[in-house]
């Protein structure tokens, strides 16, 4: 089985940084995209962010030039990289990869999910 475990969440200050992370563990082959996504209290769960294997991102528009996204394929881990922060930006964030297994099979994992709360 596959396991996705999130860090780095927590309380910031408006205008302050955060580094989220989400590391990947298990027996696969290897790791397609990985995601982050965020959920508001009240509110369904959107994208904020995703890196295809060779790094390529993509952004949302509410935090684009804002927060970056990056991968370790060694460590099959990512990174979000938070800064500027806004109240809006408070949410549970949580990180999804597609894994691929040894027979070319791919499936998607969640995380349990990281906290970040920017008071207003």
């Known amino acids: 089985q596959v396991q996705l475990v999130e860090s780095g969440g927590g309380l910031v200050q408006p205008g302050g940084s955060l580094r989220l992370s989400c590391a990947a563990s298990g027996v696969f082959e290897g790791i397609s995209t990985m995601a982050w996504y965020r959920q508001a209290p009240g509110s369904q769960r959107e994208f904020v962010a995703f890196?295809?294997?060779?790094?390529?991102?993509t952004y949302a528009d509410s935090v684009k030039g804002r927060f970056t996204i990056s991968r370790d394929n060694a460590e099959n881990t990512v990174y979000l990289q938070m800064n500027s922060l806004k109240r809006e930006d408070t949410a549970v964030y949580y990180c999804?990869?597609?894994?691929?297994?040894?027979?070319?099979?791919?499936?998607?994992?969640w995380g349990q999910g990281t906290q970040v709360t920017v008071p207003s």
């Open positions: 999804n990869a597609d894994v691929r297994n040894f027979i070319g099979g791919l499936r998607g994992f």
């Open positions: 890196i295809t294997e060779d790094g390529t991102p």
